[in-house]
């Protein structure tokens, strides 16, 4: 096996009581990787991160972390991990620098080291302006910097977020996602969300889980195309090129009629009908499109065709658990 | 080694930011002071003999009642609850390194309470006052007495600081099970028999007895080192335990 691989699961489990909460996991990440471990809220992503960081034992199956097991080598495995928990629970009491200074003492980071360190981190994470402030007092936005800032302070090969965006708002959101990617230039990142957008801003490839199984596993672009259906849309003027009017019926209609087309839905837009096609992924339907419009005189503003977006994705492969929630009579 | 110290030290600091150790070491100091002074029979200055046995009357009690499941009751139990012992343990820190840096900070608050009860013997008999020549022997056995007591109702208290996650249940356990240790020991008087030399050799007050007359009982050492050393392996096989849940 490669040294490049960061981490790995090999059918990792974990179960509560009689509860699966994690069910047979296995993925590698690599060196370099900014992965998005993304699932619906009770997944068992955080109870995957757990396992890893060695805070709970597996009840099956392994994991190594920097080529350690996690079971066999706990210490070194955390040695090597930056690991910001869900919420990040930070002890409100102490102030930030002294907070990141205890963390670099346990991670026995020397006085001249922890300088430069902190220096460092302290930019990246912007906490500047803070330095001296009691954590109770900081905006959860802060705390979430300052607990990116203890998982940074020993330079680790790999880091492990768990959900480190979910409770902040949009302008934090966009910041953290900014330090994450310059964070991520060097290192190995494993980061939990229930978020898409967050994915696809910050990750190149995502691993999906749904009540504790990997349900899918690949680059975004992937992991799009598995459902095997694109979009095409096009929007075409409520005036055709002579000038004359056209109608909605008449295009919705002539779309609809296309070999390949199998749903038309039409979208809100004014002076002209914007219309999202659905169709199997090997048809290519813009050249059929251009040439009816041309057929028809129709005035054509926009042609573009893109894969399911990645939220339809996400929701084909996890309905399973929302559909659970809402069945009294599974329970 | 260091990382004990390490968390100890951070935990020393926050016992001095909240109130803990302000109310633990200005109430007892108040409450020695009333003791002292004004629940004497004939009133302190009375008395005929310098001695501060007094004092090891008054401390153990408030020691097993208040002082040591105040210190301890947030140990654990409060990390639990607020998420912050997920991030200290999957730091490069042993369980051990957690149990016994909570410990030594918890044992480090007492001592400096009991330092701060040296006021008295000293006041009373080295200036201002001199109220007659101090045996200072009783003393010191009197306060390694009370020490090897803390030491023990600390780790009582570190144990059920650490398999509950509410503060104020670990307070409530671990008094009534100091309470419990201290006064079983009256019972001795009541029966006799193969159970009372159970029960006296158990009872932290049949212990701690012979210290507040002066003498260091090896007995009494051992037994409180017992009692502190299964404690903190109960507290860190439950710690442990969270792993297996
Ligand atoms: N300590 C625990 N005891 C029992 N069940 C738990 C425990 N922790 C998590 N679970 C359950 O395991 C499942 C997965 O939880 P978790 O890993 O936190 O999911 P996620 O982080 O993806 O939201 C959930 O159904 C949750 O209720
Ligand atoms: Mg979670």
């Known amino acids: ?331 | 080694m260091n990382k004990v110290l390490t968390i100890a030290k951070r935990e020393l600091r926050s016992y001095f930011d909240s109130l803990v150790a302000y109310v633990v070491v200005g109430g007892s100091m108040l409450g020695l002071g009333v003791w002292f002074f004004l629940m004497q029979q004939g009133g302190f200055w009375q008395i005929d003999r310098a001695s501060v046995g007094r004092m090891f009357e008054f401390l153990p009690w408030t020691l097993s009642a208040m002082v040591l499941p105040l210190v301890t009751m947030r140990s654990l139990a409060e990390e639990k609850r607020t998420g912050t012992l997920e991030l200290l343990i999957t730091m490069p820190v042993t369980d051990a390194d957690v149990i016994l840096g909570k410990y030594l900070a918890a044992l480090g608050l007492v001592g400096v309470l009991l330092l701060a009860t040296l006021i008295y013997p000293i006041a009373l008999f080295v200036f201002p006052f001199h109220l007659g020549a101090l045996d200072w022997g009783p003393v010191f056995a009197g306060y390694l007495g009370t020490l090897l007591l803390a030491a023990a109702g600390l780790g009582v208290g570190l144990a059920f600081s650490a398999v509950s996650d509410s503060q104020i249940v670990a307070f409530f356990f671990t008094a009534v099970t100091l309470i419990f240790l201290h006064v079983v020991g009256n019972v001795v008087e009541l029966i006799k028999g193969p159970v009372a030399d159970v029960i006296s050799f158990v009872s932290f007050q049949t212990r701690f007895a012979p210290f507040a007359r002066g003498l260091v009982d090896l007995r009494a050492v051992v037994y409180f080192a017992s009692v502190a050393i299964l404690s903190l392996l109960f507290a860190f096989r439950s710690l442990e335990s969270r792993k297996w849940k």
């Not at chain 1, 069910?23 to 619906?40: H, K, N, T, W």
């Not at chain 1, 109870?47 to 996690?70: E, H, P």
């Not at chain 1, 930056?82 to 963390?103: C, I, K, N, S």
């Not at chain 1, 991520?184 to 691993?207: D, F, K, M, P, Y």
Request: contains cysteine.
């Open chain 1, 1 to 331: 096996m490669s040294s490049d691989v960061m981490i790995q699961t090999q059918d990792l489990s974990k179960s509560y009581g009689s509860f699966k909460a994690v069910d047979r996991i296995s993925f590698e990440v690599r060196r370099g990787e900014i992965v998005g471990f993304l699932g619906p809220n009770g997944a068992g992503k955080s109870t995957t991160m757990r396992i890893l960081t060695c805070y709970l034992a597996a009840t099956g199956g392994t994991a190594k972390v920097n080529g350690k097991d996690v079971f066999e080598d706990s210490l070194g495995v955390r040695q090597s991990l930056g690991y910001l928990p869900q919420r990040a629970p930070l002890y409100l009491d102490m102030g930030v620098l002294e907070y990141l200074r205890f963390a670099a003492d346990l991670r026995d980071i020397d006085a001249s080291t922890f300088k430069k360190r902190a220096r460092s981190v302290v930019e990246v994470c912007g906490l500047a302006q803070v330095l001296g402030k009691e954590i109770s007092e900081l905006s959860h936005g802060y705390r979430q910097r300052v607990g990116l800032a203890q998982a940074l302070i020993h330079d680790p090969p790999i880091l492990i977020l768990d959900e480190p965006t979910s409770d902040l708002d949009p302008n934090e959101k966009a910041e953290f996602l900014e330090y994450l990617k310059r964070i991520g230039q060097e290192r190995t990142v494993l980061l939990s969300t229930h978020n898409l957008n967050e994915v696809e801003a910050a990750c190149a490839r995502a691993i999906i889980v749904s009540r504790g199984r990997v349900v899918a596993d690949g680059p975004l672009a992937d992991i799009r195309a598995k459902s095997g259906a694109v979009r095409t849309t096009l929007t075409v003027s409520a005036q055709g090129l002579t000038g004359a009017s056209v109608s909605e019926a008449e295009v919705t209609s002539a779309i609809a009629a296309i070999a390949g087309v199998s749903k038309v839905d039409s979208l809100p837009s004014e002076g002209s009908y914007r219309l999202d096609l659905a169709s199997p992924q090997d048809v290519d339907l813009r050249a059929d499109l251009f040439r009816l419009a041309v057929q028809k005189g129709w005035l054509l503003l926009e042609l573009a065709r893109e894969a399911q977006a990645l939220e339809d994705v996400f929701r084909d492969l996890t309905l399973g658990d929302e559909r659970k929630n809402r069945d009294l009579t599974a329970a």
